[in-house]
Protein backbone atom coordinates (compact mmCIF):
# COMPACT_ATOMS: atom_id res chain seq x y z
CA UNK A 1 0.00 0.00 0.00
CA UNK A 2 1.24 3.49 -1.00
CA UNK A 3 2.29 5.68 2.16
CA UNK A 4 1.05 9.29 2.83
CA UNK A 5 4.15 11.35 0.84
CA UNK A 6 6.64 12.46 4.19
CA UNK A 7 8.33 15.96 2.73
CA UNK A 8 11.30 17.63 4.54
CA UNK A 9 9.53 19.84 6.46
CA UNK A 10 6.02 21.06 6.94
CA UNK A 11 4.97 24.33 7.97
CA UNK A 12 4.05 24.61 11.54
CA UNK A 13 0.59 26.64 11.34
CA UNK A 14 -1.95 27.65 14.60
CA UNK A 15 -5.36 26.29 14.64
CA UNK A 16 -6.95 28.41 12.10
CA UNK A 17 -9.90 29.50 14.78
CA UNK A 18 -6.52 31.30 16.10
CA UNK A 19 -5.88 32.65 13.38
CA UNK A 20 -9.13 34.11 12.10
CA UNK A 21 -9.49 35.47 15.91
CA UNK A 22 -5.64 37.39 15.76
CA UNK A 23 -6.83 39.07 12.11
CA UNK A 24 -10.10 39.63 12.66
CA UNK A 25 -9.39 43.32 13.81
CA UNK A 26 -7.63 44.14 10.32
CA UNK A 27 -11.21 44.18 8.63
CA UNK A 28 -12.74 46.63 11.62
CA UNK A 29 -9.29 48.53 10.81
CA UNK A 30 -8.52 48.00 6.89
CA UNK A 31 -4.82 48.52 7.69
CA UNK A 32 -3.50 45.73 6.68
CA UNK A 33 0.09 46.46 5.83
CA UNK A 34 2.67 49.78 6.64
CA UNK A 35 3.62 48.95 9.84
CA UNK A 36 0.29 48.79 11.54
CA UNK A 37 -0.69 47.50 14.71
CA UNK A 38 0.30 43.31 13.91
CA UNK A 39 3.58 44.35 13.15
CA UNK A 40 4.17 46.76 16.58
CA UNK A 41 2.81 43.95 17.94
CA UNK A 42 5.32 41.10 16.73
CA UNK A 43 8.20 43.21 16.34
CA UNK A 44 7.99 43.67 20.12
CA UNK A 45 7.19 40.36 20.84
CA UNK A 46 10.15 39.21 18.93
CA UNK A 47 13.05 41.50 20.86
CA UNK A 48 11.55 40.11 24.17
CA UNK A 49 11.44 36.38 22.60
CA UNK A 50 14.85 36.60 21.26
CA UNK A 51 16.49 38.62 24.09
CA UNK A 52 17.43 41.41 21.65
CA UNK A 53 17.74 45.22 22.18
CA UNK A 54 16.36 45.94 18.65
CA UNK A 55 14.61 43.65 15.52
CA UNK A 56 13.21 45.29 12.63
CA UNK A 57 10.89 43.02 10.30
CA UNK A 58 11.62 42.20 6.84
CA UNK A 59 9.51 40.90 3.81
CA UNK A 60 11.83 37.73 3.77
CA UNK A 61 15.32 36.47 4.97
CA UNK A 62 16.75 37.02 1.85
CA UNK A 63 15.68 40.70 2.13
CA UNK A 64 17.37 40.64 5.80
CA UNK A 65 20.60 39.87 4.12
CA UNK A 66 20.41 42.55 1.18
CA UNK A 67 19.59 45.54 3.11
CA UNK A 68 21.72 44.72 6.06
CA UNK A 69 24.70 44.84 3.61
CA UNK A 70 23.62 47.64 1.65
CA UNK A 71 22.55 49.71 5.34
CA UNK A 72 26.41 49.16 5.91
CA UNK A 73 27.45 51.19 2.95
CA UNK A 74 30.01 47.67 2.70
CA UNK A 75 32.13 48.14 -0.52
CA UNK A 76 34.85 45.08 -1.61
CA UNK A 77 35.42 41.87 -0.29
CA UNK A 78 33.18 39.54 1.75
CA UNK A 79 34.08 36.16 3.65
CA UNK A 80 31.71 34.11 3.22
CA UNK A 81 31.01 29.49 3.14
CA UNK A 82 29.77 28.13 0.18
CA UNK A 83 28.04 25.83 1.98
CA UNK A 84 24.63 27.52 2.49
CA UNK A 85 21.72 28.09 0.69
CA UNK A 86 21.76 30.55 -2.43
CA UNK A 87 20.23 33.23 -0.62
CA UNK A 88 23.99 33.78 0.94
CA UNK A 89 26.02 34.48 -1.61
CA UNK A 90 23.43 35.94 -4.00
CA UNK A 91 22.91 38.42 -1.33
CA UNK A 92 26.20 39.37 -1.04
CA UNK A 93 26.70 39.55 -5.26
CA UNK A 94 23.47 41.50 -5.58
CA UNK A 95 24.97 44.28 -3.39
CA UNK A 96 27.64 44.98 -5.41
CA UNK A 97 30.11 43.17 -3.36
CA UNK A 98 32.54 39.99 -4.17
CA UNK A 99 32.22 36.92 -2.25
CA UNK A 100 35.86 35.21 -0.70
CA UNK A 101 34.74 31.76 -0.13
CA UNK A 102 36.27 30.51 3.05
CA UNK A 103 36.12 26.59 3.92
CA UNK A 104 33.66 25.27 6.67
CA UNK A 105 34.90 22.84 9.50
CA UNK A 106 34.40 18.98 9.76
CA UNK A 107 32.56 19.56 13.34
CA UNK A 108 29.54 21.68 12.92
CA UNK A 109 29.88 22.97 8.95
CA UNK A 110 30.10 26.13 9.82
CA UNK A 111 33.06 28.39 8.78
CA UNK A 112 36.57 27.34 9.29
CA UNK A 113 37.77 30.23 11.21
CA UNK A 114 41.42 29.14 11.42
CA UNK A 115 41.54 29.87 7.36
CA UNK A 116 39.71 33.24 7.38
CA UNK A 117 42.65 35.67 8.13
CA UNK A 118 44.44 34.30 5.06
CA UNK A 119 41.76 35.06 3.26
CA UNK A 120 42.03 39.03 4.33
CA UNK A 121 42.76 41.33 2.15
CA UNK A 122 42.92 45.47 2.08
CA UNK A 123 39.59 44.96 0.33
CA UNK A 124 37.90 43.17 2.82
CA UNK A 125 35.17 44.93 4.55
CA UNK A 126 32.76 42.01 6.64
CA UNK A 127 32.47 38.54 7.43
CA UNK A 128 28.97 36.95 6.61
CA UNK A 129 29.19 33.39 8.54
CA UNK A 130 26.23 31.31 8.52
CA UNK A 131 24.81 29.31 11.78
CA UNK A 132 23.90 26.72 9.29
CA UNK A 133 21.62 23.54 10.18
CA UNK A 134 21.20 25.86 13.00
CA UNK A 135 24.91 24.80 14.31
CA UNK A 136 26.08 28.59 16.28
CA UNK A 137 29.62 29.81 14.50
CA UNK A 138 32.60 30.14 16.30
CA UNK A 139 31.41 33.75 17.41
CA UNK A 140 34.30 34.35 19.68
CA UNK A 141 37.02 33.45 17.40
CA UNK A 142 34.87 35.64 14.38
CA UNK A 143 34.85 38.23 17.35
CA UNK A 144 38.28 38.39 17.72
CA UNK A 145 39.23 38.53 14.29
CA UNK A 146 36.63 40.76 13.08
CA UNK A 147 37.81 43.30 15.63
CA UNK A 148 41.51 43.20 15.01
CA UNK A 149 41.18 43.85 11.55
CA UNK A 150 38.12 46.13 11.54
CA UNK A 151 35.79 44.06 9.60
CA UNK A 152 31.76 44.22 10.36
CA UNK A 153 29.64 40.75 10.72
CA UNK A 154 26.84 40.17 9.13
CA UNK A 155 25.19 36.33 10.33
CA UNK A 156 22.72 34.62 8.28
CA UNK A 157 20.89 33.44 11.27
CA UNK A 158 18.14 31.89 8.73
CA UNK A 159 18.28 28.28 11.25
CA UNK A 160 18.78 29.57 13.93
CA UNK A 161 15.87 31.06 15.22
CA UNK A 162 15.05 30.94 18.81
CA UNK A 163 18.98 29.43 20.27
CA UNK A 164 20.86 30.52 22.50
CA UNK A 165 24.58 29.89 23.34
CA UNK A 166 25.90 30.27 27.27
CA UNK A 167 22.18 31.36 27.40
CA UNK A 168 22.63 34.42 24.87
CA UNK A 169 20.94 34.68 22.24
CA UNK A 170 22.19 33.96 18.54
CA UNK A 171 20.45 37.44 17.47
CA UNK A 172 22.62 39.39 19.93
CA UNK A 173 26.33 38.16 18.28
CA UNK A 174 27.90 39.91 15.38
CA UNK A 175 26.97 43.49 14.05
CA UNK A 176 23.76 42.16 12.88
CA UNK A 177 21.82 38.83 12.59
CA UNK A 178 19.68 38.04 10.08
CA UNK A 179 16.72 35.65 10.47
CA UNK A 180 13.90 33.90 8.10
CA UNK A 181 11.03 33.06 8.99
CA UNK A 182 9.69 31.07 5.71
CA UNK A 183 7.50 28.93 6.07
CA UNK A 184 9.99 25.92 5.96
CA UNK A 185 11.37 26.81 9.07
CA UNK A 186 11.19 26.29 12.78
CA UNK A 187 9.60 29.50 13.07
CA UNK A 188 7.25 30.75 10.15
CA UNK A 189 5.23 34.14 9.41
CA UNK A 190 4.54 32.50 5.70
CA UNK A 191 7.17 34.11 4.43
CA UNK A 192 9.17 36.39 6.53
CA UNK A 193 12.19 37.67 8.29
CA UNK A 194 13.95 39.97 10.78
CA UNK A 195 17.21 42.12 11.36
CA UNK A 196 18.59 42.22 15.16
CA UNK A 197 20.90 44.91 15.84
CA UNK A 198 22.80 47.09 18.27
CA UNK A 199 23.31 50.44 16.30
CA UNK A 200 20.28 52.46 16.51
CA UNK A 201 22.05 54.16 13.22
CA UNK A 202 21.92 51.02 11.23
CA UNK A 203 18.67 50.61 12.57
CA UNK A 204 17.49 54.11 10.97
CA UNK A 205 19.49 52.92 8.06
CA UNK A 206 17.22 49.87 7.27
CA UNK A 207 13.56 51.22 8.31
CA UNK A 208 14.69 53.05 4.93
CA UNK A 209 15.60 50.18 3.02
CA UNK A 210 12.21 48.21 3.84
CA UNK A 211 10.07 52.02 3.51
CA UNK A 212 11.37 54.47 0.30
CA UNK A 213 13.21 56.22 2.39
CA UNK A 214 10.71 57.96 3.60
CA UNK A 215 9.71 60.19 6.96
CA UNK A 216 6.62 61.74 7.01
CA UNK A 217 3.87 62.57 4.29
CA UNK A 218 6.55 64.93 2.38
CA UNK A 219 9.90 63.84 3.33
CA UNK A 220 11.56 61.35 1.49
CA UNK A 221 15.27 61.32 2.57
CA UNK A 222 16.97 57.63 2.30
CA UNK A 223 17.06 55.72 -1.48
CA UNK A 224 15.14 52.90 -0.05
CA UNK A 225 13.00 50.15 -1.57
CA UNK A 226 9.68 48.23 -0.25
CA UNK A 227 10.45 45.00 2.09
CA UNK A 228 7.56 45.81 4.96
CA UNK A 229 5.77 42.74 6.58
CA UNK A 230 2.20 42.48 5.74
CA UNK A 231 -0.16 42.58 9.14
CA UNK A 232 -0.90 38.90 7.94
CA UNK A 233 2.41 37.81 8.04
CA UNK A 234 2.85 39.71 11.32
CA UNK A 235 -0.40 38.05 12.58
CA UNK A 236 0.72 34.69 11.82
CA UNK A 237 3.64 35.52 13.60
CA UNK A 238 2.10 36.85 16.69
CA UNK A 239 0.10 33.49 16.86
CA UNK A 240 3.30 31.17 15.88
CA UNK A 241 5.06 32.50 18.46
CA UNK A 242 2.48 31.35 21.18
CA UNK A 243 3.41 27.63 20.28
CA UNK A 244 7.42 27.96 19.96
CA UNK A 245 8.26 26.53 22.55
CA UNK A 246 6.15 23.61 22.40
CA UNK A 247 6.78 23.20 18.73
CA UNK A 248 10.45 22.81 19.42
CA UNK A 249 9.89 20.44 22.55
CA UNK A 250 8.09 18.16 19.32
CA UNK A 251 11.42 18.89 17.14
CA UNK A 252 13.21 17.39 19.91
CA UNK A 253 11.30 14.31 20.42
CA UNK A 254 12.04 13.26 16.62
CA UNK A 255 15.75 14.38 16.77
CA UNK A 256 16.36 11.95 19.46
CA UNK A 257 14.30 9.21 18.00
CA UNK A 258 16.56 9.36 14.84
CA UNK A 259 19.88 9.53 16.75
CA UNK A 260 18.41 6.86 19.19
CA UNK A 261 18.39 4.81 15.32
CA UNK A 262 21.12 6.25 13.55
CA UNK A 263 23.58 6.36 16.79
CA UNK A 264 26.74 3.97 16.18
CA UNK A 265 25.45 2.87 12.88
CA UNK A 266 29.08 2.36 10.96
CA UNK A 267 29.30 5.43 8.13
CA UNK A 268 26.02 7.39 9.38
CA UNK A 269 27.18 10.28 11.11
CA UNK A 270 24.71 12.87 12.70
CA UNK A 271 25.52 15.97 13.01
CA UNK A 272 26.71 16.36 16.78
CA UNK A 273 24.92 19.02 18.80
CA UNK A 274 27.01 21.24 21.07
CA UNK A 275 25.94 21.46 24.73
CA UNK A 276 26.25 25.03 25.31
CA UNK A 277 23.49 25.40 22.94
CA UNK A 278 19.99 25.64 22.91
CA UNK A 279 19.23 24.25 19.97
CA UNK A 280 16.02 24.55 17.78
CA UNK A 281 16.16 21.23 15.95
CA UNK A 282 15.88 23.16 12.79
CA UNK A 283 17.19 20.24 10.62
CA UNK A 284 17.98 16.52 10.59
CA UNK A 285 21.34 16.34 8.47
CA UNK A 286 23.09 13.06 7.95
CA UNK A 287 26.73 12.56 6.56
CA UNK A 288 27.29 9.59 4.51
CA UNK A 289 30.57 7.82 4.13
CA UNK A 290 29.80 5.46 1.61
CA UNK A 291 32.99 2.89 2.01
CA UNK A 292 31.79 2.59 5.84
CA UNK A 293 27.97 2.13 5.25
CA UNK A 294 27.88 0.29 2.15
CA UNK A 295 25.64 3.12 0.16
CA UNK A 296 26.24 6.48 -0.85
CA UNK A 297 23.77 9.33 -0.37
CA UNK A 298 22.16 9.67 -3.66
CA UNK A 299 21.44 6.18 -3.34
CA UNK A 300 19.65 6.84 0.22
CA UNK A 301 17.82 9.48 -1.13
CA UNK A 302 16.69 7.68 -4.35
CA UNK A 303 15.34 4.55 -2.01
CA UNK A 304 13.89 7.10 0.58
CA UNK A 305 12.10 8.83 -2.24
CA UNK A 306 10.95 4.85 -3.69
CA UNK A 307 9.21 4.77 -0.09
CA UNK A 308 7.17 8.38 -0.37
CA UNK A 309 10.19 10.21 1.70
CA UNK A 310 11.31 13.21 0.60
CA UNK A 311 14.71 14.30 1.82
CA UNK A 312 16.79 16.64 0.64
CA UNK A 313 21.12 17.58 -0.46
CA UNK A 314 20.70 20.79 2.03
CA UNK A 315 22.99 22.13 0.49
CA UNK A 316 24.65 20.72 -2.74
CA UNK A 317 25.93 22.20 -5.01
CA UNK A 318 28.02 24.47 -2.91
CA UNK A 319 27.12 28.18 -4.13
CA UNK A 320 30.61 28.56 -5.55
CA UNK A 321 30.14 26.15 -8.21
CA UNK A 322 26.27 27.65 -9.10
CA UNK A 323 25.89 27.82 -13.18
CA UNK A 324 25.72 31.37 -12.33
CA UNK A 325 28.99 31.84 -11.08
CA UNK A 326 30.38 29.81 -13.54
CA UNK A 327 34.47 30.55 -13.78
CA UNK A 328 34.08 33.21 -11.30
CA UNK A 329 35.10 31.19 -7.93
CA UNK A 330 37.06 28.39 -7.86
CA UNK A 331 34.83 25.48 -5.89
CA UNK A 332 38.11 23.47 -4.98
CA UNK A 333 39.37 25.97 -3.28
CA UNK A 334 37.02 24.70 0.04
CA UNK A 335 37.85 21.11 -0.67
CA UNK A 336 35.70 20.42 2.69
CA UNK A 337 32.79 22.14 2.04
CA UNK A 338 32.80 20.10 -1.53
CA UNK A 339 33.18 17.00 0.40
CA UNK A 340 30.37 17.68 2.59
CA UNK A 341 28.30 18.73 0.16
CA UNK A 342 28.50 15.95 -1.81
CA UNK A 343 28.03 13.20 0.99
CA UNK A 344 25.27 14.91 3.48
CA UNK A 345 21.18 14.75 3.17
CA UNK A 346 18.90 16.52 5.87
CA UNK A 347 16.11 14.09 6.65
CA UNK A 348 12.54 14.79 7.54
CA UNK A 349 11.75 16.72 10.65
CA UNK A 350 8.78 18.81 11.58
CA UNK A 351 6.69 18.75 14.46
CA UNK A 352 3.99 16.77 13.89
CA UNK A 353 6.31 13.78 12.42
CA UNK A 354 5.43 10.48 13.89
CA UNK A 355 7.74 8.39 15.98
CA UNK A 356 6.41 5.77 13.77
CA UNK A 357 7.50 7.78 10.35
CA UNK A 358 10.84 8.44 11.73
CA UNK A 359 11.34 4.61 12.31
CA UNK A 360 10.08 4.05 9.09
CA UNK A 361 12.45 6.48 7.79
CA UNK A 362 15.18 4.81 9.45
CA UNK A 363 14.60 1.14 8.15
CA UNK A 364 14.98 2.36 4.66
CA UNK A 365 18.03 4.15 5.10
CA UNK A 366 19.06 0.98 6.99
CA UNK A 367 17.68 -1.03 3.70
CA UNK A 368 19.98 0.54 1.67
CA UNK A 369 23.11 -1.31 2.86
CA UNK A 370 24.07 -4.46 0.83
CA UNK A 371 23.33 -8.02 2.34
CA UNK A 372 27.13 -8.68 3.44
CA UNK A 373 27.72 -5.63 5.64
CA UNK A 374 24.09 -6.13 7.50
N1 LIG B 1 19.95 32.04 4.31
C1 LIG B 1 19.84 30.72 4.48
C2 LIG B 1 20.99 29.97 5.10
C3 LIG B 1 18.67 30.05 4.10
O1 LIG B 1 18.56 28.71 4.26
C4 LIG B 1 17.61 30.80 3.54
C5 LIG B 1 16.40 30.12 3.14
C6 LIG B 1 17.77 32.20 3.41
C7 LIG B 1 18.97 32.78 3.81
C8 LIG B 1 16.73 33.07 2.81
O2 LIG B 1 15.55 33.14 3.61
P1 LIG B 1 14.12 33.43 2.87
O3 LIG B 1 14.31 34.58 1.95
O4 LIG B 1 13.71 32.17 2.16
O5 LIG B 1 13.22 33.79 4.03
C9 LIG B 1 13.64 26.33 1.10
C10 LIG B 1 13.11 27.66 1.56
O6 LIG B 1 12.30 28.26 0.54
C11 LIG B 1 14.17 28.64 1.98
O7 LIG B 1 13.53 29.62 2.79
C12 LIG B 1 15.24 27.97 2.83
N2 LIG B 1 16.34 28.85 3.14
C13 LIG B 1 15.79 26.75 2.10
C14 LIG B 1 16.83 26.04 2.90
O8 LIG B 1 14.71 25.85 1.87
P2 LIG B 1 13.58 25.14 -1.22
O9 LIG B 1 13.90 25.59 -2.59
O10 LIG B 1 14.17 23.88 -0.72
O11 LIG B 1 11.98 25.14 -0.97
P3 LIG B 1 10.88 24.09 -1.40
O12 LIG B 1 9.77 24.84 -2.04
O13 LIG B 1 11.47 22.99 -2.17
O14 LIG B 1 10.32 23.56 -0.01
C15 LIG B 1 11.02 22.65 0.81
C16 LIG B 1 10.05 21.64 1.35
O15 LIG B 1 9.10 22.25 2.21
C17 LIG B 1 9.26 20.92 0.29
O16 LIG B 1 9.62 19.56 0.35
C18 LIG B 1 7.81 21.04 0.66
C19 LIG B 1 7.78 21.76 1.98
N3 LIG B 1 6.87 22.91 1.93
C20 LIG B 1 7.30 24.06 1.33
C21 LIG B 1 6.46 25.15 1.28
C22 LIG B 1 6.90 26.41 0.61
C23 LIG B 1 5.61 22.80 2.48
O17 LIG B 1 5.23 21.73 2.99
N4 LIG B 1 4.80 23.90 2.46
C24 LIG B 1 5.16 25.08 1.88
O18 LIG B 1 4.38 26.05 1.90
O19 LIG B 1 14.00 26.34 -0.24
Given at each position: ????????T?P????????????????????????????????????????????????NGH??????????????????????F?S??????????????????????????????????????????????????????????????????????A????????????????????FSFHATKVFNTIEGG?????????????????????????????????????????????????????????????????????????????????????????????????????????????????????????????????????????????????????????????????????????????????????
Amino acid sequence: MAQKKILVTRPSMPDMDEYTAEIKSLWDSHWITNMGAKHRTFQAQLEEYLGVGSAELVVNGHMALEMTLQAMGLEGEVITTPFTFASTTHAIVRSGLTPVFCDINRKNYTIDTSQIESLITENTCAIVPVHVYGCICDIEEIDRIAKKHGLKVIYDAAHAFGETRKGIGVGNFGDASCFSFHATKVFNTIEGGAICYKDRELGERLYDLKNFGIHGSECVSGIGANAKMNEFCAAMGICNLRHIDEEIGRRKKVHLRYRKNLNGIKGLSPRAVDHDVDFNYAYFPLLVDSEKFGADRDSIIEKLAENNIFARKYFYPITSSFECYRGMFDPEATPVAMEISRNILTLPIYAGLSMKNVDRICECIMECRPPAVT
